[in-house]
């Protein structure tokens, strides 16, 4: 019992320490991470960095955290969203909106981009 209030303890420590570390970061400190992570993408897939613009949520009408404009080589990220989301999903909005270089769909393809460029170093 005493064992299980200890596991419980630690759980809540551990979630209060990630929630700090995910509020500290700054905005701007959110925009250089999806920034990296989109160099990161680009550099695994071997194709040039496009262009990231950051708006507020006016910019997307469909509630989207961002798209992918193939037309301008221009990504568009939600700054609004951007400094709700965890590192980790900075990471997939990242790869995702970079794998719409490659498909605009998001069928089973596309998913398949997106997580063989995750996956891989
Ligand atoms: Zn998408
Ligand atoms: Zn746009």
């Known amino acids: 019992m ?3 209030n200890l596991e419980k303890e630690n759980y809540f420590k551990n979630l209060i320490k990630e929630l700090k570390t ?3 970061l700054t905005l701007g400190e959110r925009k250089e991470l999806f920034k990296t992570y989109v160099k990161e993408a680009c550099q695994k897939f071997k194709i ?6 950051f708006y507020t949520i006016e910019h997307f009408p469909d509630g989207e955290d961002g798209h992918f404009h193939p037309d301008e ?3 568009c990220v939600d700054e609004d969203k951007l400094k709700y989301l965890k590192e ?3 990471k997939e909005l990242a790869y995702h909106e970079v794998a719409h270089a490659f498909r605009g769909d ?3 393809d596309f998913w398949n981009i997106m997580k063989n460029g995750m996956d891989s170093d």
């Open 48 to 53: 040039s960095i496009p262009y990231i613009n």
């Open 22 to 24: 995910n509020n500290m």
């Open 2 to 4: 005493k064992e299980k």
């Open 106 to 108: 998001h069928d089973k």
């Open 73 to 75: 080589c221009k990504i």
């Open 88 to 90: 980790e999903k900075i």
